[in-house]
């Protein structure tokens, strides 16, 4: 079955830093591929998204995210944190086998940013 | 609009109560979904409609009764539920479910925090 991997339940940065959120995904045939923000008491908010096309994803925020075939990656990054990016984040997937569209979440990763 | 809406944004009830949950969208979306969200988890799919149509029913307990009145509409309703059944119920929609071409990304709604005493 697939699954997503997000390697580190707790990224922490200071602001101004490179953030850079890991998600892996275990199928042989690429799924499609977001990412949400979650802030906190809120609902989630994508971030971005690849399906085809230009592997390199831009979304909103200063956020983007390259999908890499061979790696069967699509980590999630932004040149320079802020304050308000502080959030958890997940990574999800839709397999394009079964045809139910269900979503797949990795377990999350909680962004810190430092002073 | 490109928004779903929750309401209630918080509702505390006891086991024995009845109450509902409703979601609203106004986007043409034909696919709605219902999640469950524990603290510090990603969401678990409870239900999806499609066209109006029940499609996926991920086992959930009978006390979680979907409804779908309209296209635009999408209602939970809650009966003899239990503590455990605390959590974030989290509504989303998308253009429609299944595999089709990247119209099924989903947007979510801000959540109703339910809190079964």
């Known amino acids: 079955a697939q699954s997503v991997t997000q390697l580190g339940s707790h990224v922490s940065v200071s602001e101004g830093a490179l953030v850079l959120l890991r998600c892996n995904y275990s199928s042989s045939v690429p799924p499609y591929l977001f990412w949400y923000v979650q802030y906190p008491n809120q609902g989630l908010q994508l971030l971005l998204k690849y399906t085809t096309g230009a592997t390199l994803v831009k979304g909103i925020n200063g956020f983007e995210a390259e999908f890499k075939k061979s790696e069967t990656s699509f980590h999630l990054t932004k040149p320079s944190a802020h304050m308000s990016d502080a959030a958890e984040y997940f990574c999800?997937?839709?397999?394009?086998?079964?045809?139910?569209?269900?979503?797949?979440f990795g377990q999350g990763t909680t962004l810190q940013v430092k002073p | 609009d490109t928004e779903v809406t929750q309401t209630p944004k918080h509702l505390v009830m006891g086991m024995t109560n009845k109450k509902s949950l409703k979601c609203e969208q106004h986007m043409g979306h034909r696919a709605m979904y219902w999640y469950k969200q524990k603290a510090k988890k990603p969401p678990e799919l409870m239900f999806v409609?499609?066209?109006?149509?029940?499609?996926i029913n991920e086992s959930v307990p009978s006390r979680f009764s979907p409804e779908c009145p309209n296209s635009s509409l999408l209602n939970l309703h809650l009966h003899a539920l239990q503590p455990e059944d605390s959590a974030l119920y989290l509504c989303?929609?998308?253009?429609?479910?299944?595999?089709?071409?990247?119209?099924?990304?989903?947007?979510f709604g801000p959540g109703t925090r339910l809190t079964v005493l």
């Open positions: 989303a929609s998308s253009q429609v479910s299944g595999l089709a071409g990247g119209r099924n990304e989903q947007f």
């Open positions: 999800a997937v839709i397999p394009l086998s079964g045809n139910t569209g269900k979503l797949i």
């Open positions: 409609y499609s066209y109006e149509k029940l499609s």
